[in-house]
């Protein structure tokens, strides 16, 4: 890419980065407190997140007020602490199957990318038709017909069944592009002096991958995991409001969008907070993504990109 | 040329195959008992599961009922619906028209859009408008859809009362020969604004990216050696390859553009193939659910090859096959 030479070559990128960077770290940290600190909301408060709390003689959703800063949904339960809760749970699930990806894309793009050769083309022709995949349409098709969780023989241990099988599904479709990012930064370096000095002096080929080609490639797979967080419980958000992610009573906000939706037009509060928790939650993980990819890109801070 | 073609036509059917298995194993032998699901109410007589067993062929061995599967589907047959006892491949073509004209739309307000705010950042960069547009591509990235559906409507159909606030419209024109209705144009205002602004934000991006990287190319100096104007130098020579990259985000961007839109669809009631999937998952009707998205995934995987045809047709320099390679 040619630098653009009209401007001065840092200040405007160097500045925006680090903005992103910063504002992505503040607002991913927050949500992560509210996650941790959600119990000890419920135990300060004295009520969960499936505790009704208004009183029996008026009829919720009640409007936010000073007790309830978020208002009550249909059943009088706090938004304020389901939302929390809920914290808890789209971390998870972005979290939890972002690892799950990474460690079949990790493990593919590797292996593909230092054994080269026919295993290469076969996992590669693999991961190409994961990655042609419609991917939450398939999550979509996937989770509905799993009736129930909680009745499966292979989920019912799992702590929550119906987020759970989310999260492996997720998981099981979200490796590809991670291993094409892997397999693409093997080929790149695998043949550079280091890798070749580490052969040379008689390490197995499990060492060179491990010990010198992976922390090499640790920058974009950083970015692309960050990025792939939000891209999971954006997808989890989506899943669960059509009705076959997490299943009431869980706080799951997608689920919070949906119960609020039947009246949501005379008592638009119970869909609002929810949704701007989504948004706000992933958009921290995209800056994040973007302004570790932009801080790590040598090329990208002194040329517009 | 092709031959290109052929291999690349050739290379969808592992694609669709896969696809065809994982619903079908998903459908068929996951869930518990699809007898059940059909018997309804009768469900607890075994006379009548086994009756049903018989007439659905649930009780061959699971290898046959997976090759006759493969043999429907090969003929275009996708099953009957549980509920509406009719054949999916019906409601499909019944419902596939909105779905199409509002994923149509969606892709024609966001290139337009997306495309005139990348060429006005690209134009400054580094000023206000440049990172109000990188801005609005974080944002686009970041956004419940189905969210951002319900505050439109929560702004412009019940509070403002502009447009309204869900449905089809029942007034719309009906096209002539293939009888397809089309929907009123203000019912189709919020739900393609909604869609569209999934996709706004990325092209925008990638049109500022690409007229950047254009712009000190040599040609582009060339042109306006040769005297041509500068309006001319942009649209026909600047615009033209910086639009590359914005076909490739319509087709990498093309499954979240039809998840958006099933969320969209199930937002505004607007009776595409997203709210019958919606629908039919609330009634475990799965034939028509996993019918629909495997129909939406031959779709997507379709689009992406006319997205890379597209590319000969937008880049002088990509050439597939034939001799014409320089």
């Known amino acids: 890419m040619t630098p653009d030479t009209s401007r001065p070559a840092v200040s405007p990128f160097r500045s925006r980065s680090w903005f992103s960077l910063s504002l992505g770290i503040i607002i991913v940290a927050v949500f992560v407190l509210c996650a941790a600190l959600a119990p000890a909301l419920s135990r300060w408060v004295g009520y969960g997140p499936f505790d009704q709390v208004t009183p029996r003689s008026v009829i919720p959703p009640t409007p936010p007020d000073r007790d309830h800063p978020l208002g009550t949904d249909s059943l009088g339960r706090d938004l304020l602490v389901r939302l929390a809760h809920g914290a808890r749970i789209s971390l998870a699930v972005g979290v939890l199957a972002e690892i799950m990806a990474l460690l079949i894309g990790v493990g593919v793009g590797a292996l593909a990318g230092y054994a080269g050769g026919r295993a290469d083309a076969l996992l590669m022709r693999l991961t190409d038709l994961v990655f042609a995949f419609p991917a939450p349409l398939l999550a979509l098709a996937v989770l509905a017909a799993v009736p129930d969780p909680e009745s499966a023989a292979i989920l019912k241990h799992l702590p929550q069944p119906s987020v759970g099988v989310v999260f492996l599904v997720l998981g099981c479709i979200g490796w590809a592009g991670i291993a094409r990012l892997v397999r693409a930064e093997f080929l790149k370096i695998r043949e550079l002096e280091f890798a070749q000095a580490a052969r040379a002096i008689g390490a197995r080929g499990a060492r060179v991958v491990a010990r010198h080609l992976l922390p090499n490639t640790l920058g974009p797979l950083v970015v692309a995991a960050t990025l792939g967080v939000g891209g999971n419980i954006l997808v989890e958000a989506w899943l669960s409001f059509l009705g076959v992610g997490a299943r009431p009573p869980l706080p799951s906000w997608g689920t919070m969008v949906t119960e609020g939706q039947a009246y949501f037009l005379a008592r638009p509060w119970v869909c609002v907070a929810p949704g701007l928790a989504i948004f706000a939650v992933v958009l921290g993980f995209n800056l994040l993504g973007d302004g570790v990819g932009a801080l790590l890109d040598p090329r990208r801070r002194s040329a517009p990109a | ?326």
């Open chain 2, 1 to 326: 040329m092709t031959t290109y073609l052929v291999r690349r036509l050739l290379g969808l059917a592992p694609v669709l195959l896969a696809a065809a298995t994982i619903v079908w194993i998903f459908v068929f032998l996951v869930p518990g008992d699809p007898a059940r699901l059909i018997a309804g109410g009768q469900g607890l007589d075994p006379a009548v599961l086994e009756s049903v067993r018989a007439e659905w062929g649930l009780d061959d061995p699971a290898p046959v009922q997976y090759l006759r599967y493969l043999g429907k589907l090969l003929r275009g047959d996708l099953g009957v619906s549980y509920i509406q006892r009719r054949p999916v491949v019906a409601i499909i073509r019944e419902h596939f028209p909105p779905t199409f004209i509002l994923a149509v739309s969606a892709v024609l307000l966001a290139s337009a859009g997306g495309i005139l705010l990348g060429s006005l950042a690209a134009s400054r960069t580094g000023g206000l408008t440049d990172r109000l547009v990188l801005l609005l591509a974080v944002v686009g990235a970041s956004m419940p859809v189905f969210w951002l559906g319900l505050m439109l409507m929560l702004l412009f159909a019940a509070r403002l009362a502009w447009l309204p606030v869900l449905g089809y419209g029942m007034e719309g024109a009906v096209l002539p020969l293939i009888g397809v209705r089309l929907p009123e144009l203000d019912h189709l205002v919020l739900p393609a604004v909604t869609l569209s602004l999934v996709l706004m934000g990325s092209i925008a991006r990638l049109t500022r990216t690409g007229l950047i990287a254009v712009g000190a190319s040599e040609y582009l100096l060339t042109a306006s050696a040769k005297g041509a104007s500068s309006a001319r130098v942009f649209a026909l020579h600047a615009l033209k390859n910086a639009l590359i990259p914005v076909v490739t985000i319509i087709g990498l961007d093309f499954a979240s553009l039809l998840g958006g839109a099933v969320a969209t669809e199930y937002v505004f009631a607007w009776p595409g193939l997203g709210k019958t999937i919606v629908r039919a998952i609330a009634l475990k009707d799965l034939p028509v659910v996993e019918g629909c998205v495997l129909f939406l995934t031959a779709v997507c995987v379709l689009v992406n090859l006319a997205v890379d045809l597209l590319y000969v047709w937008l880049d002088p320099r990509v050439h597939y096959g034939g001799a014409a390679a320089a």
